[in-house]
């Protein structure tokens, strides 16, 4: 049974820094994309960054670009996404996935395995 549990989330003002992980279990990483998505109140998901099977990051868009770095540790099975100079429109749930379908790791659709979402708040 594959599980995704993230944690790390906490409240922070801007500026500050969060390192948000992902405990992964119950899956191989070489067979699977692993990315990191928010959503904040009243707006759609937002897909940030993933890394593909061989390794490869990608950004999603430019919204954390050059703030946040998604990483990998194979022993430790977790992912990771580290978000320095934090902004209040940061202010989401931040989500890990885990995907196979080998479809646009920016979609939502190409992923099988969502975690329950660790709360991140920047305050001004």
């Known amino acids: 049974q594959v599980q995704l549990v993230e944690s790390g989330g906490g409240s922070v003002q801007a500026g500050g820094s969060l390192r948000l992980s992902c405990a992964a279990s119950?899956?191989?990483?070489?067979?699977?994309?692993m990315g990191w998505f928010r959503q904040a109140p009243g707006k759609e998901r937002e897909a940030l960054t993933f890394?593909?099977?061989?390794?490869?990051?990608?950004f999603c868009g430019d919204s954390v670009k050059g703030r946040f770095t998604i990483s990998l540790d194979n022993a430790k099975k977790t992912l990771y996404l580290q978000m320095n100079s934090l902004k209040p429109e940061d202010t989401a749930m931040y989500y890990c996935?885990?995907?196979?379908?080998?479809?646009?790791?920016?979609?939502?659709?190409?992923?099988?395995?969502w975690g329950q979402g660790t709360q991140v708040t920047v305050s001004s």
């Open positions: 996935a885990a995907g196979s379908k080998g479809i646009n790791g920016c979609r939502g659709l190409a992923y099988d395995y």
């Open positions: 119950g899956l191989t990483y070489s067979t699977y994309y």
């Open positions: 890394i593909g099977t061989g390794g490869g990051r990608v």
